[in-house]
């Protein structure tokens, strides 16, 4: 099964494009849509600076596809100081449309009447987290998700924000996946059966507090605070068959190529695999000095055991020697 979400960024800023032969007046529902809707989504602000995410650059084609020749950007550089917007992590898009203008006015209804209508079932399939538009915000984490005046300092008169939730972001909602829980989204996403995952071998089930579901060569586990991740082959072995969830608690990545080898990010570690090495999961401060020596391809390499204790130390070992740390002295390196 193929990802249904195919997009090309053309840019991260502002942009307009010609405007096609004729419109529809509401975006098109795909044909795989579910009868179910997707959870409300809750507020997730943006902790981090990321890319344009493709949930994101996906519903702004839609906006185009739909409407026409039309000004849709959002993302912003990365600020010096707090991050405070989905702006900055990929997850926001802002529609310039002036609400003084009946032909604006009118093209904002006619979408945000579809977008709510029906217990806000498109915002849901899309992943919508909140709109702003003339003064008024709609928020999908209230309890009354009603209009609701709007207080910022911009009354957002000149365009429409939306802010996505992760799932909304990563396009990994029911409308790009024809999937409602988020599992099931994040396996259709990677590629579903022709991803490295295969086929599912199970349903869902509770693991370490998170949602998980095992597949031929691997499983995705979701937790709200990390989302969806897929661990795999010899890193999903080891990170069950050992219980390294104790030590570093669910996945925050996908597995990820790195030179020579493979590895996924925790929440409190990382495991990293190579032909030679096999997995072994790092954490804590032997992990943090490892980093900043360059991973693996710093002199060290790759991590040749889990952390164990020895000498009144607690250690790594690495191709290129180890690591040890203790309470009074910290982390060392000690090179072969």
Not at 261 to 277: D, I, L, P
Request: charged share 20%.
């Amino acid at each position: 099964m193929k990802r249904l979400l195919s997009v090309t960024l053309a840019s991260v800023g502002l942009l307009a494009l010609s405007a096609p032969a004729a419109f529809a007046e509401v975006p098109r529902t795909p044909k795989n849509m579910p009868s179910s809707l997707d959870d409300y989504a809750d507020y997730e602000g943006a902790t981090g600076c990321a890319d344009v995410q493709p949930g994101t650059a996906a519903l702004r084609e839609l906006l185009l596809n739909t409407y026409g020749t039309q000004t849709i950007g959002g993302h912003r550089a990365c600020p010096s100081g707090a991050v405070n917007s989905e702006h900055h992590d990929g997850r926001a898009l802002d529609w310039m449309l002036d609400a003084s203008d009946p032909a604006d006015a009118a093209t904002a209804k006619e979408f945000l009447d579809w977008l709510l209508a029906e217990d806000a079932a498109n915002a849901r399939r899309l992943g919508v987290m909140y709109v702003i538009w003339d003064g008024q915000v709609w928020k999908s984490y209230r309890d009354n998700r009603e209009w609701q005046p709007y207080t910022g300092a911009s009354p957002h008169t000149d365009h429409i924000h939306i802010s996505l939730s992760h799932r909304g972001g990563a396009g990994e909602t029911s409308w790009w996946t024809g999937q409602t829980q988020p599992v099931d989204g994040h396996w259709v996403a990677l590629g579903g059966a022709d991803s490295a995952l295969g086929e599912a071998v199970s349903g869902e089930h509770s693991y370490a507090g998170a949602t998980a579901k095992s597949y031929e060569n691997g499983s995705i586990l979701w937790s709200a605070d990390t989302q969806a991740h897929a661990v795999s082959g010899a890193i999903a072995e080891s990170y069950f068959e050992d219980d390294m969830v104790d030590d570093i608690g669910l996945p925050v990545t996908d597995e990820l190529g790195v030179d020579g080898g493979r590895a996924n990010h925790f929440e409190a570690g990382s495991v990293y695999w190579s032909k030679n090495t096999g997995a072994h999961q790092v954490y804590g401060a032997i992990r943090a000095t490892w980093a900043q020596m360059g991973w693996e391809t710093s002199e060290l390499g790759f991590p040749t055991s889990d952390e164990y204790s020895k000498d009144g130390a607690r250690r790594s070992d690495f191709e290129g020697g180890y690591i040890s740390w203790t309470a009074g002295g910290g982390a060392k390196v000690h090179l072969s």
